[in-house]
């Protein structure tokens, strides 16, 4: 058997290796139209940053490493130009001419290639991409004399970028088209990643795009022309704008694509030829919350595939699951990481949802060295977990792969409320985020809590009485102008004067994080009240709103 296998790195090497294990005669021969392989494409910012001192340690094998190992022919410079699905062969274009090779079995794995925005100056030669080990290289050598950068997009790759620049010493500049930073985060965990990114030196510009780069500046290599009028000079423009997959080869041999180019394949990694599999970045897949279908350009899923592929190359019978597109970001002093759906993608499939935000600390607060977590989960009107996001110093990874495992097992808040989960002073709380995580969305499935939340603040401004219960020193500090301030260990004290200030209205109660909102408003709601709590407190409704604007000064309470 021969098998053939186009692109190497992530899917194609995956593949490659597996296919190996499962049959020591097959010949298997790995085409890299590249120089590398096998290389940790995910640590590429990390060396232009300096923190990954040696490119060498970017190369993960070779192909003499890969040869002694598990016996495989990799050809790298060999570019397949061209594929006969009648003939079962491929055309190579290779360093001493173009040549044929029969396959029986042929695994598709180009990845995935930058989106180069349409507009002047993207040919330059200070605009380049953050994609391969040489342009990993090319920008740790600029950015040792450079003294400006401009990353065009905020997503994963684009803030990692932007980091390893101001490690460097450079100012920097991150250009974004639509209004928040790394678009995945829903906007009030975004803001929290943007304001770390600002406090770190970055210019932060979004809702605004790159209209041109020309030559020449301020004091700088070239200039680039915003669509808001103004300009930004730079030595070096790093294009991160996303990625779209390179699948015009399996287009040509008139292999079934979806509209926007992925690759189509069945649960299997198998093609619609049936000598033909494909996996990684190129592959079309479906998202386990929302049941969409397109690309999701990531590692873990594309290591996955190609093992996939692999399997059923051999007639083993290996299921793909759906895939969650659980990922995670540093950003300077933070963690930002994601599983499921967010919200915005579950308005855009029409699945009914509701969102809690919890702000625990990471581990017990009495234990020296606790920061607070920012969590937020998303469940379906049944309480099934849909989507879960934390950013934070500290936690936030291992909150996020509890969950994703949760919502790979189905888990419902139930489930996620008596999950029993390591715990030690240092490490966590009795409690843990992810338990009270499952904690605020039962009560809110069983009626215990009624919530409100930025969405409804001009409502509750006009028609509701806004009830502040932090201390007064909070309260001092910045509040709802609207606000009235009754501390919530008093509300029990006033519970009378409560009921003539708001005069028949509701009663909507808002704090930090939603811990004594939630107290109180649970006193209130005994009493007959209408009341509801402010999901995620002051905390949430300052980042989903930009630019609420606060009053300061003390106030007199409710029960003057």
């Known amino acids: 058997m021969r098998i053939l296998v186009i692109g190497g790195v992530a899917g194609g090497m995956s593949a490659a290796a597996r296919a190996r294990r499962l049959n020591e005669q097959a010949e298997i021969i790995v085409f890299e139209k590249g120089k590398y392989v096998s290389f940790a494409n995910c640590g590429l910012p990390y060396h232009v940053g300096g923190e990954i001192e040696q490119d060498s340690y970017l190369l993960l094998h070779t192909p003499e490493t890969l040869k002694a190992e598990l016996d495989l022919d990799v050809r790298i ?6 594929i006969d699905r009648d003939a079962k062969n491929v055309t190579v274009s290779t360093p001493d001419g173009v040549e ?24 330059l030669p200070e605009v380049t991409h953050l994609r391969t080990v040489d342009e990993a290289r090319e920008l740790a050598a600029r950015a040792a004399t450079a003294k ?22 450079l100012e920097v500049t991150v250009v974004e088209l639509v209004p928040q930073v790394l678009p995945p985060l829903a906007p009030e965990m975004s803001s929290l990643v943007e304001k770390e990114m600002r406090q770190h030196g970055v210019d932060v510009r979004t809702g605004v795009a790159a209209t041109g780069v020309r030559a020449g500046g301020d004091d700088a290599a070239v200039t680039v022309d915003l669509s808001d009028g103004t300009e930004v000079p730079a030595d070096i423009v790093v294009v991160s704008v996303g990625v779209r997959p390179n699948s015009a080869l399996a287009t040509e041999a008139g292999l079934e694509v979806t509209e926007r180019g992925a ?13 033909i599999w494909a996996a990684g970045d190129a592959t079309a897949v479906r998202h386990g919350v929302t049941g969409q279908v397109g690309p999701v350009p990531l590692a873990g899923p594309a290591n996955r595939q190609g093992r996939r592929a692999a399997d059923s190359i051999m007639g083993r019978v290996d299921t793909a699951q759906p895939v969650l597109g659980t990922a995670i970001v540093r950003t300077f002093g933070l963690t930002a990481a994601m599983t499921g759906a967010s919200p915005r993608m579950l308005d855009q499939a029409g699945i009914e949802y509701f969102v809690v935000h919890t702000h625990p600390a990471n581990h017990a607060g009495y234990y020296p060295g606790s920061q607070v977590l920012h969590l937020m989960g998303v469940f379906s009107k049944e309480g099934k977990l849909l989507g879960a996001q934390a950013v934070g110093p500290d936690g936030a990874d291992k909150r996020i792969d509890v969950l994703a495992t949760a919502l790979r097992a189905g888990f419902s808040a139930d489930d996620i409320a008596e999950l029993e989960l390591a715990y030690a002073p240092p490490f966590g709380s009795a409690k843990d985020p992810v338990n009270m995580l499952g904690f605020l ?24 009485l806004l009830l502040d219960v932090r201390s007064e020193r909070e309260y001092a500090m910045g509040h709802l102008p609207e606000a009235i301030n009754l501390p919530h260990t008093h509300i029990r004290e006033y519970i009378e004067g409560v009921k003539q200030v708001a005069a028949g209205r509701p009663i909507r109660v808002l704090c930090a994080s939603g811990v004594r909102s ?3 408003h649970r006193v209130l709601a005994q009493h007959g009240l209408d009341s ?6 002051m905390f949430t409704l300052i980042e989903a709103v930009p630019g609420l604007e606060l009053a300061t000064g003390a106030q007199q309470p409710a029960n003057a």
């Open 77 to 82: 410079e060999h570019e397949v130009i061209g």
């Open 100 to 123: 044929k090779f029969d396959y029986d079995a042929l695994v598709l794995s180009p990845g995935a290639e930058a989106i180069v925005p349409p507009i002047p100056g993207m040919e």
């Open 148 to 169: 400006r950068a401009l990353v065009m997009g905020s997503g994963f790759i684009g803030l990692e970028t932007a980091e390893a620049f101001r490690h460097r010493g």
């Open 263 to 275: 690759i189509v394949v069945d649960e299997r990694q198998q093609t619609s030829d049936p000598h």
């Open 441 to 464: 969305a039962q009560n809110v499935l069983n009626g215990t809590t009624k919530v409100w939340n930025a969405g409804d603040l001009e409502w509750a401004r006009d028609n509701a």
């Open 518 to 520: 939630y107290y109180a």
């Open 532 to 537: 509801a709590t402010l999901d995620g407190g």
